[in-house]
């Protein structure tokens, strides 16, 4: 059988006009979490709305049984009707169309049930009566009436007082109090302390005006993920306001504060996110132009990626051009963990070389020693996107590629290929022995030129790894010229910056001590591989007695240690030219 209103008539579907369907006050529960962060700002909200000065919050009672008592000195509630008609405000035109009011917030309550106890304010005449108003759950459910009834406590001369029950603790009860006036216009207090409260945009180097709103521009302010950008007249929220990193390390970020702005939608009825609209889209382009003039006014104004530059500059805001700096490039290290500074900037000349290359630590730091003893490390600065479009960044030389050739006695090996030698597998051919000392070892630098056609450099070199970037150490295979004067404490640094990459299991040893562990291996294979038998033996000893014993020597007289056939023998002498 077919219900009357689903039967279409002969033209046609009958109109339809949209309507409020009575499952949907059976579900009202559901509108809000009933969290008292959640009541604390809805209660405080009507309370402005009202024309609150003041608003009092009081407990009675303990043990998770408190009676929580909201209380203010606004024109107060002529109707109780309203209070359980979904939708209507009962706010005068100008606040219902300036603050998008809802007509809901009562419903955070709806879950606990309250009592209501209101005296209205009644322009140039005397106090009215009061009344009062006991909801419980079913009430806000459409399941049942409410009746009020005269109070002669109800606030006086004018005002709202609303009741729950809260099983919170009391110190739940005045934090989430204090969260939802912390940036609330009037004062507020709590069982008759007054609640601290912040300017939402203190601290905020550069404020602004715009459409109702005040943006504050601030520098550095070190925020969270989501953490909220807009003050609601107490409720804050996240709107995805601008942040705009510089290159020289600062961030700059905006915040709104409210005045009167309708334009702005919130989602209702809780108001924890904003509609996604043209106006809010206008909103978070206002506000990066405002940071962009909060840089602008900065003394040293900071460095701007060329995006920004360029949007300021279409906007009419004049953000200054970088200096002719970059930042200095120096190898990476094979360690996550090492969180070095960046190097300061410093001043590109015409000869600069831009890395545009990210080799692997252990050949960054081959390359990086190579470019030492050739004099052009100095040349070397380190790439920034953010840079490109400036015409100075792009006319700068950019290295595009390192290649290392690897020669002993007449035969040149591309050091690639000797890396691709895997002395393990039983069918591969061993690792040439030749190349362990090679007689020349040359690094080939491949160079592109905004103005001109691509070249090479070709940089001498004397230390070469011909293992892969997740080596162990026995398998780096440090290749040394054997003309190379390097030392084996340098080959050992070097050795840990390229291939040193400590476990971070549960079950390892801690970070000093992997490290510790590496260098003394690290150091073995050094003297190993550049020293005599004998003189790997010696700076072994010393490296023990160093590391273990030094520390118990007399600081004003001079140590002899003998070995003699296995027998240590230790002698304290008068400091030399003492």
Request: charged share 25%.
């Amino acid at each position: 059988m077919t219900h009357d209103r689903e039967r279409a008539s002969p033209s046609g579907p009958a109109p339809v006009r949209a309507r409020v369907h009575d499952g949907a006050i059976a579900r009202v529960t559901r509108f809000f979490n009933a969290a008292l962060p959640d009541v604390f700002t809805e209660l405080l909200q009507n309370a402005r709305r009202a024309g609150a000065n003041r608003i009092a919050v009081a407990t009675e009672g303990a043990g998770g049984a408190i009676r929580v008592t909201v209380t203010d000195d606004g024109a107060g509630i002529a109707d109780p009707a309203v209070l359980l008609s979904f939708g209507e405000t009962g706010w005068d035109a100008a606040v219902a169309e300036g603050e998008d009011a809802a007509g809901m917030g009562l419903y955070s309550l709806a879950r606990r049930g309250c009592a209501v106890s209101s005296r209205r304010r009644v322009p140039g005449g005397g106090p009215v009566p009061g009344w009062r108003l006991a909801l419980k759950p079913e009430h806000f459910l459409g399941e049942d009436e409410a009746a009020a009834v005269p109070d002669d406590r109800a606030p006086y001369p004018h005002g709202t007082a609303i009741a729950f029950a809260a099983a919170e603790s009391l110190e739940a009860i005045e934090a989430a109090l204090a969260g939802a006036a912390r940036h609330y216009p009037l004062p507020v207090s709590f069982n008759g302390e007054t609640v601290e409260r912040r300017a939402f945009l203190d601290g905020a180097r550069h404020p602004e005006v715009w459409r109702g709103i005040v943006f504050g521009v601030f520098r550095n302010r070190h925020d969270g993920y989501n953490v909220p950008d807009l003050n609601f007249h107490g409720l804050t929220l996240c709107t995805g306001l601008p942040r705009i990193a510089t290159v020289s390390g600062g961030v700059w970020s905006a915040r709104a504060d409210m005045l009167s702005c309708p334009e702005l939608a919130l989602v209702l009825p809780a108001r924890k996110e904003a509609v996604e609209t043209p106006f809010l889209a206008g909103m978070r382009e206002a506000a990066r132009l405002a940071i962009y003039r909060a840089m602008a006014a900065a003394d040293p104004a900071p460095r701007a990626a060329y995006d920004d530059w360029r949007r300021a500059r279409d906007a009419g805001i004049a953000l200054p051009e970088p200096p002719a700096e970059l930042r200095p490039w120096r190898p990476g290290v094979a360690d996550t963990q090492d969180w070095r500074d960046a190097p300061p900037f410093a001043p590109v000349g015409g000869d600069a070389l831009v890395m545009a290359v990210d080799p692997d630590p252990q050949d960054a730091q081959a390359f990086h020693r190579a470019a030492c003893r050739a004099g052009i490390a100095d040349r070397l600065f380190e790439a920034d996107t953010r840079f490109e479009g400036y015409g100075r960044y792009d006319a700068l030389a950019r290295v595009r590629g390192i290649r290392a050739d690897v020669t002993a006695g007449s035969v040149t090996h591309p050091l690639d290929a000797l890396r691709a030698i895997d002395e393990y597998k039983p069918d591969a051919p061993e690792f040439p022995e030749a190349f362990v000392r090679p007689d020349a070892i040359h690094m080939h630098v491949h160079v592109a030129r905004a103005d001109g056609p691509p070249e090479s450099i070709a940089v001498p070199a004397d230390l070469a790894f011909a293992g892969d970037a997740d080596a162990w150490l026995h398998d780096a295979r440090p290749l040394v010229a054997a003309a190379s004067d390097i030392a084996p404490g340098e080959l050992a640094r070097l050795l840990r910056a390229g291939f040193f990459s400590p476990s971070d299991d549960a079950d390892a040893d801690s970070w000093e001590t992997q490290r510790d562990r590496f260098d003394e291996e690290a150091l073995h294979a050094a003297l190993a591989l550049l020293c005599s038998e004998d003189e790997a033996r010696r700076h072994t000893i010393a490296e023990a007695v160093s590391r273990g014993v030094l520390w118990a020597a007399p600081s004003d007289r001079d140590v002899r240690i003998d070995i003699r056939e296995r027998r240590v023998s230790v002698a304290f002498e008068p400091r030399a030219g003492a």
